[in-house]
């Protein structure tokens, strides 16, 4: 069973950074795509940054060239890098991962505060 667990949410202020990690329990080349997503308290779920097997990456609009999605150096790690914070980016951040199924992590928070 797959199982995605992120890290590295907290506490920062405008213009800080944070770097979020996603641990997957198998190896992420087995996935077609991994990707963030992030829900802000009563909206919906929007993709913050994607990066697909093939090499490619896409990201929303309210987050390029201030966020990063990377691959560690382990074969089962991705990372979130954020860069110049903003207030509106506070929210729950979820790693996801697609092959056959579609899998989640549970969340981890992250909170810019003014």
């Known amino acids: 069973q797959v199982q995605l667990v992120e890290s590295g949410g907290g506490l920062v202020q405008a213009g800080g950074s944070l770097r979020l990690s996603c641990a997957a329990s198998?190896?992420?080349?087995?996935?077609?795509?991994m990707g963030w997503y992030r829900q802000a308290p009563g909206k919906q779920r929007e993709l913050v940054a994607v990066?697909?097997?093939?090499?490619?990456?896409n990201y929303a609009d309210s987050v390029k060239d201030r966020f990063s999605i990377s691959r560690g150096n382990a074969k089962n790690t991705v990372y979130l890098q954020m860069n110049s914070l903003k207030p509106e980016d506070t929210a729950v951040y979820y790693c996801?991962?697609?092959?056959?199924?579609?899998?989640w992590g549970r969340g981890t928070q992250v909170t810019v505060s003014s």
């Open positions: 996801n991962a697609q092959r056959n199924s579609e899998y």
């Open positions: 198998v190896t992420i080349f087995t996935f077609n795509s």
């Open positions: 990066a697909t097997s093939g090499g490619s990456t």
